[in-house]
């Protein structure tokens, strides 16, 4: 009789929990052409829950009645950020998001008559028991690891970016690299207005992704990020990326969560370059 008790106490603890938490499903847009934009992080901002947008700008975001007094934050890389009250966005019938393009701002480049040479920066190596991984999160959503890139100040042109990716359920996968600003050690903003979104093999080990067709430059010290973009009916949890011991690593659980830094272990991720 008590555990026919307790089966139902639990079946009612559920049902509670479920009643109190709050769905927002929706949409985000192009403000002039009014096209789906994809891939958008929205989230809580460092509160480590979020999502991202499919491939039609559509979106599902769950979370506790405790927070609906809270933002949610809509990023898009080259489009203004737009952040709106939970209560606010729950009353928009349909409930749609519209993102304004940036302004692009030319970057600078200097060109120095000096002989220029190609150095890889970053983790060149890894070994075969270290990996990076994601902690089980509920939901569908992002995560992302990012390694930290000295430049010395020196003129530099990005070439290529290289990480080591295996998967044991997937063949490849769909991943964003994103480049951020050095904000206390940290990554912060993004150091350039570039969607570089691919589809990536999963079974080759290490993989390169062309940056010349962006015309990246800087003088600053970096962050290196990859961007996991799990697909509908995929296991989020079915990409691991290579590793080794010693330095540090960045990671988020979450679109717009909380980064962590973590030492002892870092990702094999480099850019090529040209000083």
Known sequence: ??????TLLLALLAFGAEAQSIKLQGRVLEQVSGKGLPYVNIGIRNKNLGTASDEQGKFILSFPQSLQHDTITFSAVGYEEVSVPVQELSQ????EVKLLEKVNMLQEVVVQS?????RKLGVTGRLPVVWGNPEHHEGKDVYEF???IAVKGRATELLSAH????SQKLDSALFRINLYKNNNGLPGERLVEKSIVQRLTTKDGWISINLQPYGIYTGDD?????EYLPGDGVDKYAISLGGKLGGSSYSRKSSLGAWEKFVGASLSGYVTVRQ
């Not at 009789?1 to 307790?6: D, R, V």
């Open 1 to 6: 009789m008590s555990k026919h008790i307790f």
């Open 92 to 95: 928009r019938q349909p409930l």
């Open 114 to 118: 000096r002989n220029l040479k190609t």
């Open 146 to 148: 990012a390694n930290f």
């Open 163 to 166: 990480f080591y990716l295996t």
């Open 222 to 226: 970096f962050f290196l990020g990859i």
